[in-house]
Structure formats: structure tokens, C-alpha cells
């Protein structure tokens, strides 16, 4: 059985991942995915929110077998050698335990330990029929970014938060 895992190009972060008997799977992401891969986050009273993301910010690699990353993507990343080339052993990433806190201003992020180096951030936040895409850092020896976005209050919203080094959160999440 080969495992296939499709990942964020800039945090390295899993999304989706299968495994295969036979056939090898295709090196691109579009052609595993289409355009886009959506992932849902149901927001209560029968409505799911669809966070899409480009097939041109996924890669594709084929990794050692780690069952535990087709019911859990998120905990793991791929990491690229010197040369760019991904790695065969997924790393498992940390659960950062700290909050994803939504205002009508922006999107703050906190991680539970401060970052050794700066993080990359990329979110994603659902508005209507829109996807507000969000990217910033959180700096060296800092725990939290705040991601600028304007959200009508009281409003609720499907989150896809990645940072660098850390597990990925998908969850719904209350503009306060």
C-alpha cells in the first residue's frame, strides 16, 4: 500500500491523505483535488461552511505508511529537504492548545509556546459566499499574530487556521 498525502506548499501542513493499491498517484494536486480541495465545518441550524483551498498553494507527496494521518490530516506535516524534495516520514505536529479568536477587526491567533523563530500563518475564514484568505507570522519569541479581516459581529464562521509547526485547527468560531 502506498500513502499518498496531499499538503500546504507554505506550512507544510497535511489535508488530505490516501491510500493506494497498485497504481501510483498523480504528482499534482489538481489532478487529485480539481481546482480546489473544500473542507467543511458544519455551523449549526443545517449550515456547512466550505473553505476551499487553491490546488496551486497544494503539493503531493508520497510518504511512509502512518495510518493515524488518514483520520487526523491536520496533525501532520511534510517536511522538504535542503534540495525542496519532501521528505518520506511525516512529522507529527505539536497541538497548540492555544485559542483561534475571531473580532469584527481580525483573526488572532495564539500559540500555547512562544515561537523560537518566526511561524508562517495562513488562515482561511468563512464569509458568505466568500473566502477571506489571511497570511502574516507570528514573530521569534512571540506567541500570537493578530491577521486583519472585517467580520459583522455576532456573526459565526468555518476556520482553518495552519501555523508553521503546529497541528491545524478546523472549527467554527463566533465573531465577538
Do not use: C
Not at 84 to 97: I, K, S
Not at 155 to 163: I, K, R, Y
Amino acid at each position: 500500500m502506498a500513502l499518498t498525502v496531499v499538503y500546504a506548499a507554505d506550512t507544510g501542513h497535511v489535508v488530505g491523505a490516501l491510500a493506494l493499491t497498485g497504481a501510483a498517484a498523480p504528482v499534482d494536486a489538481a489532478a487529485l483535488v480539481g481546482r480546489a480541495l473544500p473542507l467543511r465545518v458544519a455551523l449549526g441550524g443545517g449550515r456547512t461552511a466550505i473553505l476551499p483551498l487553491n490546488a496551486g498553494e497544494l503539493a503531493v507527496a508520497t510518504v511512509d505508511e502512518e495510518p493515524e494521518v488518514l483520520t487526523d490530516p491536520l496533525a501532520f506535516a511534510v517536511e522538504l529537504t535542503a534540495e525542496g524534495a519532501p521528505r518520506p516520514a511525516l512529522l507529527r505536529l505539536a497541538e497548540w492548545g492555544g485559542g483561534v479568536a475571531l473580532a469584527a477587526d481580525g483573526l488572532t491567533v495564539t500559540v500555547r509556546v512562544a515561537a523560537a523563530r518566526p511561524a508562517r500563518v495562513v488562515a482561511l475564514v468563512s464569509d458568505d459566499q466568500d473566502t477571506r484568505v489571511l497570511a502574516g507570522e507570528i514573530p521569534a519569541q512571540q506567541d500570537r499574530v493578530k491577521l486583519p479581516v472585517t467580520l459583522a459581529p455576532g456573526s459565526t464562521h468555518g476556520v482553518l487556521v495552519l501555523v508553521a509547526g503546529w497541528a491545524g485547527r478546523l472549527e467554527k468560531a463566533g465573531v465577538t
